[in-house]
T-cell receptor, first 111, second 115 residues
Framework: TQLLEQSPQFLSIQEGENLTVYCNSS?????LQWYRQEPGEGPVLLVT?????EVKKLKRLTFQFGDARKDSSLHITAAQPGDTGLYLC???????????FGTGTSLTVIP | DTGVSQDPRHKITKRGQNVTFRCDPI?????LYWYRQTLGQGPEFLTY????????KSRLLSDRFSAERPKGSFSTLEIQRTEQGDSAMYLC?????????????FGPGTRLTVL
């Protein structure tokens, strides 16, 4: 059973286009993280959102945590080839003892 | 200390052999996690330590897998009698317990190939 579902699973777009990745769950999380992972490397933390409704911006990336803290979205504006990678969301339980990862979204930005 | 390190980065072994991986977390982090990741999937939780105590183990973790964190610093993950299905990326992450944000920081992983 996958606690966090991400969509789409695969995304291939042209440089300059915008995109949104979704991370959905029926469970409530105390915080939610977004990571980007490149082939053969470990995931790199992009952002943590904690408060329901929270919006965070990281340059061209905008992250939003749902009001009920069950879902999140990542929006990329004017995608660049350097944005290519596997995007993962992960939810933390209240104690932080365990993290539940999403199924991942593989993004390819074509120059 | 710039981050989580893992050793080796790659391991190729024959079925039936034992392998051991090492993880060195960020020095002030008291929580350490092991995950397994197969191609194109998100990491799957294996086990978790707080200091030297192993507090949670996934049901996915068979009795061929054992993990230790003897002094609350580095950790080892051993797989005995390896099987081809064990081929995966093994990731280690650490976090700081008193951080209410529960952020994990990952190492580069150990890629295991069982022939």
């Amino acid at each position: 059973t996958q606690l966090l579902e991400q969509s789409p699973q695969f995304l291939s777009i042209q440089e300059g286009e915008n995109l949104t990745v979704y991370c959905n769950s029926s469970s409530v999380f105390s915080s939610l993280q977004w990571y980007r992972q490149e082939p053969g490397e470990g995931p790199v933390l992009l952002v943590t959102v904690v408060t329901g409704g929270e919006v965070k911006k990281l340059k061209r990336l905008t992250f939003q945590f749902g009001d009920a803290r069950k879902d999140s979205s990542l929006h990329i504006t004017a995608a660049q080839p350097g944005d290519t990678g596997l995007y993962l969301c992960a939810g933390a339980g209240n104690t932080g003892n365990q993290f539940y990862f999403g199924t991942g979204t593989s993004l390819t930005v074509i120059p | 200390d710039t981050g989580v390190s893992q050793d080796p980065r790659h391991k190729i072994t024959k079925r039936g052999q034992n392998v051991t991986f090492r993880c060195d977390p960020i020095s002030e982090h008291n929580r350490l996690y092991w995950y397994r990741q197969t191609l194109g999937q998100g990491p799957e939780f294996l086990t978790y330590f707080q200091n030297e105590a192993q507090l949670e183990k996934s049901r996915l973790l068979s009795d061929r897998f054992s993990a230790e964190r003897p002094k609350g610093s580095f950790s080892t993950l051993e797989i005995q009698r390896t099987e081809q299905g064990d081929s995966a990326m093994y990731l280690c992450a650490s976090s700081l317990r008193y951080s209410g944000r529960h952020e994990q920081f990952f190492g580069p992983g150990t890629r295991l190939t069982v022939l």
